[in-house]
């Protein structure tokens, strides 16, 4: 009698092992929720002057080392520039080096490729620091960049800020030929 009650209860033990294991080891999959990417962009300002520019980042999530790729289309040059701007809002806190940072002919990535810098746009950089701590990043390639068929990019290497959120950048052009700069467009990069 001891040794059928003794196989009653290993039984017993081996059924419950069958329908409760199941169910354990399925608990950590109802609990994951993993990154889900929105395909949605938040311009501020839709129906204003704001022109919507294209943009490329390596890693959105925030304190890490990161590569952006702020893209110059030719639909987005009017005119052969001689001179860029690139506003980066006070609230986007990086440490910003001049070796750093690049003005580059890209070749923009997709389903096939990814995107590169193909060729080096030689030019002078200058990083500004403003009272209002307003930063800019000044680009004087050393012959104008044509309007023609081909991308470029500022490239930026930098730490993403320690907070998270959206932070738009605003571009400025000199076309060859005149003394003030004109609106080319506003980046708006997440940093989950």
């Known amino acids: 009698m ?6 009653l209860s290993l039984n017993l033990k081996i059924l419950n092992l ?17 990154n889900v990417k929105a395909g949605l962009e938040f311009q501020w300002d839709q129906d204003s002057i704001y022109k919507k520019l294209k943009w490329f980042q390596k890693e959105s999530k925030k ?15 009017k005119n052969n520039l001689i001179k860029i701007d690139l506003a980066i809002p006070k609230s986007f806190k990086s440490t910003l080096k001049q070796k750093n940072i690049k003005f580059c002919k890209v070749e923009i990535g997709g389903f096939e ?19 209002s701590s307003l930063k800019k990043i000044i680009i004087y ?26 932070y738009q ?3 400025f052009g000199q076309p060859a030929g005149k003394t003030a700069l004109s609106y080319l467009g ?5 940093i989950d």
Do not use: M
């Open 141 to 166: 390639p050393y012959s104008p960049i044509p309007f023609s068929k081909d991308n470029y990019a500022i490239v930026l290497k930098a730490v993403n800020p320690r907070r998270s959120g959206l």
């Open 63 to 77: 304190n890490i080392r990161n590569t952006t790729y702020f893209f110059l289309r030719p639909n987005d040059r």
């Open 186 to 190: 506003s980046w708006t990069i997440v």
């Open 2 to 7: 001891f040794k059928r009650q003794k196989n």
């Open 113 to 131: 490729g990814r995107t590169k810098c193909l060729e080096n746009v030689p030019s002078d950089i200058e990083i500004l620091s403003e009272e």
């Open 18 to 34: 069958f329908f409760i294991s199941p169910f354990l080891l399925s608990i950590p999959f109802f609990f994951y929720v993993g």
């Open 169 to 171: 950048f605003h571009s």
